[in-house]
């Protein structure tokens, strides 16, 4: 690799480092207006509501192992989740003999005004941008993303 095709590297690897930042930080955001005014709610509960919200019902074990979290974490949280009217247990679709965990409607509006209000946020930084230049950028991370 010659000296300036590794500085463009360099260079596109630090503006990569800095989109993670800024999404984590957009994330811990909406994680902490999900948990706002609910004493016992941890923000990372916003982590098995949202992945409840795009994946369905499902066993606590199940969840766990998509999430990358520990089972017991994962179980305090829905704990909590239930605790706050937020998800609740019921029969697993799959398997009556066994539990999952699923959105109540109250859970759904909450995590739909977050997730909203996380959207607004993208949609501001890219106000700037020209469609074209958002069709270009969209192309490119989608070349990245499928490596």
């Known amino acids: 690799m010659n000296r ?12 990569i480092g800095a989109l993670f930042a800024g ?3 957009v994330t811990n955001r909406a994680a902490a207006a999900f948990a706002q005014d609910q004493p016992g709610l941890r923000p990372a509960a916003f982590h098995v509501a949202r992945w409840l919200h795009s994946f369905g019902p499902a066993r606590s074990t199940e969840i766990a192992r998509s999430l990358g979290m520990d089972k017991a974490a994962v179980s305090r949280l829905v704990a909590e989740l239930v605790s706050a009217g937020i998800a609740e247990k019921r029969d697993h ?13 109250v859970g759904e509006k909450r995590l739909t005004r977050v997730l909203a209000a996380k959207g607004a946020e993208l949609a501001h930084r890219l106000e700037a941008f020209e469609d074209g230049e958002l069709t270009t950028l969209a192309l490119l991370l989608h070349r990245l993303n499928e490596r």
Do not use: F, I, K, M
């Open 23 to 25: 999404a984590r930080a």
């Open 4 to 15: 300036t095709r590794e500085q463009l590297v360099t260079q596109v690897g630090a503006e």
């Open 93 to 105: 679709p799959d398997d009556a003999r066994s539990l999952a965990v699923a959105l109540t409607r």
